[in-house]
């Protein structure tokens, strides 16, 4: 089966840089994806790795390290809008590209 | 514009009845997807089809029941048989290429039964 780890809860100040973890056990990885979701919102796709290494998008980058099941999400110069709950996801193990997801991580953003 | 919709927004039903939600896309994509989200969770997968006419159990499939007879539409029945339907639901569609695992959204159903 697959499992995802992800912090519940990160609470980060305007303008500052705040990580988000992800370490995940599943068959057959693919790559780690990263959603963002605003309350009441539907998920939007923020990046993608499936190679070792960081990979940046303007203010959003993400890391991936294979070989120790890890990823993170790296949020800079935060802004209030920012605010939202980020999902890490995991291919199935069918291969059909759907994904299992982590429970999510709550960003709160304050002035 | 493309994108998927989803309708009703908002859906309240009564216990035992059975429900349909709807889910269209005008992107082209051979994949779609049906996810279930309960407040304060993930996204857990129901569903999901990679061309028409077929279609694949996910995690949590019982009490479920879809169809794909048209590659834009992917409607989700929510049955008596489901224990506690009421929950977030999002559809989702990709274009089914390997290597970037992008799946686009649509806004989601909020369903409610009383």
């Known amino acids: 089966g697959q499992s995802l780890e992800q912090p519940s809860e990160v609470t980060a100040v305007e303008g500052a840089i705040v990580q988000i973890n992800c370490t995940y056990q599943?068959?057959?990885?693919?790559?780690l994806s990263w959603y963002q979701q605003h309350d009441g919102g539907a998920p939007t796709f923020l990046s993608y790795?499936?190679?070792?290494g960081l990979e940046e998008t303007g203010r959003f980058s993400s890391f991936l390290s294979r070989s120790d099941s890890y990823g993170y999400l790296l949020l800079q110069e935060l802004q209030m809008k920012d605010s939202a709950s980020y999902f890490c996801?995991?291919?199935?193990?069918?291969?059909?590209?759907?994904?299992?997801f982590g429970t999510g991580t709550r960003l709160t953003v304050i002035p | 514009d493309g994108g998927i919709t989803q309708s009703p927004k908002y859906l309240f039903r009564k216990e035992g009845q059975n429900v349909t939600l709807s889910c269209e896309q005008n992107?082209?994509?051979?994949?779609m997807y049906w996810y279930r989200q309960d407040p304060g969770q993930g996204l857990r997968l129901i569903y999901y089809?990679?061309?028409?006419?077929?279609?694949q159990k996910g995690d949590i499939a019982e009490g479920y029941s879809v169809s794909r007879e048209k590659k834009e539409s992917f409607p989700l029945t929510v049955t008596s048989a489901q224990k506690n339907p009421t929950a977030f639901y999002l559809c989702?569609?990709?274009?089914?290429?390997?290597?970037?695992?992008?799946?686009?959204f649509g806004p989601g159903t909020r369903l409610t039964v009383l």
């Open positions: 989702a569609s990709s274009p089914r290429d390997r290597g970037t695992d992008t799946q686009y």
């Open positions: 599943t068959s057959g990885f693919y790559g």
């Open positions: 790795n499936a190679l070792d």
């Open positions: 996801a995991v291919e199935g193990p069918t291969g059909a590209n759907n994904l299992f």
């Open positions: 992107l082209n994509h051979d994949a």
């Open positions: 089809s990679q061309i028409v006419n077929d279609f």
